[in-house]
């Protein structure tokens, strides 16, 4: 089983940057493909991203494509999303989440394991 523990949320004004981080432990994170969800209050979970097993391919929600990034570094066990130019509607908790599959999964059914959640907010 592996643990998985967003960071980086927070408050920022519209058009502002945060990345978040999702921290793995008790697996390499390198084996897994990872994805990254939110949910507003009163709204379904949505799919932001994914990124492959082998981070050579990623894959974004149209609401956040051109804005939002998606990386890995194995060295640190870590997968993180870059989010640039944000916007109110953008305001949600955002977890992250891994799956064996290989390529590209955009449901949430086919991930394993889930971290908490970290709550974005972003101000107009």
């Known amino acids: 089983q592996v643990q998985l523990a967003e960071s980086g949320g927070g408050l920022v004004q519209a058009g502002g940057s945060l990345r978040l981080s999702c921290a793995a432990s008790?697996?390499?994170?390198?084996?897994?493909?990872v994805g990254w969800f939110r949910q507003a209050p009163g709204k379904d979970r949505e799919f932001v991203g994914a990124i492959s097993r082998s981070g050579s391919r990623t894959n974004y929600a149209d609401s956040v494509k051109g804005r939002f990034t998606i990386s890995r570094d194995n060295a640190k066990n870590t997968v993180y999303l870059q989010m640039n130019s944000l916007k109110p509607e953008d305001t949600a908790v955002y977890r992250c989440?891994?799956?064996?599959?290989?390529?590209?999964?955009?449901?949430?059914?086919?991930?394993?394991?889930w971290g908490q959640g970290t709550q974005v907010t972003v101000s107009s």
């Open positions: 989440a891994v799956t064996r599959l290989l390529g590209i999964v955009t449901t949430t059914i086919q991930y394993d394991y």
């Open positions: 008790g697996r390499t994170l390198g084996t897994y493909g």
